[in-house]
């Protein structure tokens, strides 16, 4: 693998050149003071660089609204008939994390798998991600990524990867859609040769600040065999069904479809929708096969941490911790794993 | 844009109502057909197609025609929720979209040299009927084939034409019940599950094919296995709140299963192998 230097002191005159090119994606402080990866307008870049957060501050959500926005048109229809309508620009994520990289690839195989989702497809096929691993954890007390084996440095699938070596980057290549990128903006990249030990200290020393973790593995293996009921049951009547676990998680799929008409033209939307609310499996006849709460909570829970390792190979929750630091009354996948592998009443 | 519809599994190609029969006072079957022939799909005894009512919404409804005859796909609709009373108000010449077929299939080689017996409940007979006529085309392939058919009453039993045609054909038999009798109902009264004896059930070199409100499913299915049906020999098709139709909305989603797409005919050993609290039924 080549490896390249990238001054920190570049980073905003890169993107800048990039833009030519890119639409840009990256941690953007907003007026609230929340981080979200936004795209950088290219009519008033050098103002919105001025809001790109470098350090790790945790994004509020993950970067699969990119690809998967929280309301999305379909088709639009009229006399005409029906217009497709799809989107796909190229793409360029900077500063993506090495978790959200994990979910992102993870929503690229549910997507791409049986009949292809054309406007997830779409929206990505163009993309190019620079990672950048976390010094220290993002969500502190809540994020797991070195227990779930997503990070705080990716092993594989980026682009780029970024590794914080003070006042310069490490930058690993790990495609040839990244060697590329370098070469066309190679005025701000010098060889990385002789620094990539360095590079490796800076991964032990982040992993070392991750703390005790929890054990996944065996979490993954109990909810095979083990008997959880309790514990939804529990959960399931402390939480307020606000569904923000669900749309801050990166790898949360489901989505509700809608008619938006006005006269004979409108639009087929999609939008996020969760398996925990009341209404998402009852039919129209008003019939509800899984009503309960308990069954909900358990769907959830089940779903990444069982049915997906089962269906998929690997765990749906890429421990990135987004849903606890959401939760208004504390519930959070870090929690649950403890509870389901160390046997304790967390929440 | 104006995309290639051929990669785009979620647009639905425009299509036309050719007629409208009436079957319920809130059951109608609707035939259909696409406006532009290229569009024309094939399709499997119990698979599914997604229609459109645009500015409405989109259902998942069972195709009820049989492969096996030429014709118009037909779709027999309840006018349940927003989209399917919005159909009931059209006619012959108004547009629809469509798209499909979806799903898995009825068995059809393996049912040969077997007895069938085939199970509904209301609107449920719709999707067997599929299967029931493609049977039907090739009966000496087949043992003998009993329908037993249950509905609230009389005037909610569907396809009334059909039932006395497949009851004048040899090896057939037709079983009908109805919940509640009305003025002039003189066959019996009670639960599909309370004419096992009429129809002399047997499990030896049969199968059950079932459909029907989720709780006449549970229990007959229940029946069966009491009365001696292995649970490979007990086919159910499932229905569930779907929007997408393709494995991605994630509403039908039971356990590591969806019934969109690895259903939704299932046999009782994969229902049961299915997580029971998450409502299979």
């Known amino acids: 693998m080549s490896t390249y230097l990238l001054r920190k002191t570049d980073v905003r005159p890169l993107l800048k050149e990039a833009s030519a090119v890119w639409d840009i994606f990256a941690p953007l402080r907003e007026g609230v003071g929340d981080v979200n990866f936004k795209a950088l307008p290219k009519d008033r870049l050098a103002e919105a660089l001025e809001n790109l957060v470098l350090d790790d501050e945790p994004t509020l959500l993950s970067p699969k609204t990119i690809f998967f926005p929280q309301n999305e048109t379909m088709f639009a229809f009229g006399s005409g008939g029906i217009r497709e309508q799809v989107e796909s620009s190229p793409k360029l994520l900077f500063g993506v994390t090495s978790c959200d990289l994990s979910g992102l690839l993870f929503s690229d195989g549910f997507f791409a798998k049986d009949f292809p989702d054309r406007y997830y497809l779409s929206r990505s096929e163009n993309r190019l991600i620079i990672v950048k691993g976390c010094l220290k954890p993002p969500r502190q007390g809540s994020c797991f990524c070195a227990s779930a084996g997503t990070g705080p440095f990716a092993q594989r699938g980026f682009d780029l990867q970024l590794v914080d070596l003070g006042g310069e980057y490490l930058v690993e290549v790990g495609s040839g859609k990244g060697e590329s990128f370098i070469l066309a903006h190679s005025a701000f990249f010098a060889s990385g040769d002789g620094r990539e030990r360095a590079a490796e200290a800076v991964k032990r020393d982040a992993t070392a600040t991750l703390g005790p973790g929890v054990d996944f593995d065996k979490a993954l293996r109990l909810m095979v065999t083990g008997d959880f009921e309790k514990n939804f049951a529990r959960i399931g009547e402390r939480c307020v069904y606000c569904g923000a676990c669900l749309y801050v998680c990166p790898t949360c799929t489901c989505f509700n479809v809608v008619d938006r008409a006005d006269g004979g033209s409108g639009s087929r939307m999609r939008t996020w929708d969760g398996c925990v609310f009341e209404g998402y499996t009852r039919e129209a006849s008003g019939h509800n096969p899984r009503p309960s709460k308990t069954a909900r909570t358990a769907r959830r829970y089940e779903h990444k941490l069982k049915y997906d390792p089962l269906v998929a190979g690997r765990s749906g929750c890429v421990g990135c911790g987004r849903c606890l630091d959401s939760c208004p009354v504390g519930i959070g996948m870090s929690k649950f794993i403890r509870e389901v592998a160390d046997g304790t009443e967390e929440m | ?281």
């Open chain 2, 1 to 281: 844009m104006t995309g290639d519809r051929n990669n785009n599994e979620y647009l639905p190609r425009p299509a036309r109502i050719t007629a409208v029969r009436r079957e319920t006072f809130d059951v109608k079957t609707f035939s259909l057909e696409f406006v532009d022939r290229a569009d024309a799909f094939s399709y499997k005894q119990g698979q599914f197609a997604e229609i459109s009512v645009l500015g409405q919404g989109e259902v998942p409804i069972s195709i009820t025609s049989s492969p096996s005859r030429k014709g118009p796909m037909e779709f027999t609709i309840r006018a349940a929720g927003r989209v399917t009373s919005a159909m009931h108000d059209l006619g012959p010449g108004d547009a629809l979209y469509l798209r499909g077929p979806y799903g898995n299939a009825f068995p059809f080689e393996t049912l040969k040299g077997r007895n069938l017996y085939f199970v509904a409940g209301g609107i449920g007979l719709a999707p067997l009927r599929s299967l029931i006529n493609m049977v039907l085309d090739s009966i000496e392939d087949f043992g003998d084939v009993k329908i037993l058919y249950g509905a609230k009453n009389p005037e909610e039993l569907c396809f009334r034409g059909e039932l006395e045609e497949w009851k004048a054909i040899p090896g057939v038999e037709v079983y009908l019940t109805v919940d509640r009798a009305s003025p002039g109902w003189t066959g019996p009264v009670g639960l599909v599950t309370a004419l096992w004896d009429a129809a002399a059930l047997s499990p030896e070199n049969a199968v059950a094919i079932l459909c029907g409100p989720p709780i006449m499913i549970k229990f007959a299915a229940a029946g069966l296995s009491g009365r001696g049906f292995g649970d490979e020999a007990i086919v159910m098709t499932l229905e569930r709140y779907m929007k997408c139709g393709v494995g991605k909305c994630g509403h039908c989603n039971i356990g590591g299963s969806f019934v969109c797409t690895d259903g939704p005919v299932f046999d009782y050993a994969q229902v049961k192998r299915m997580p029971e609290k998450e409502g299979v039924f």
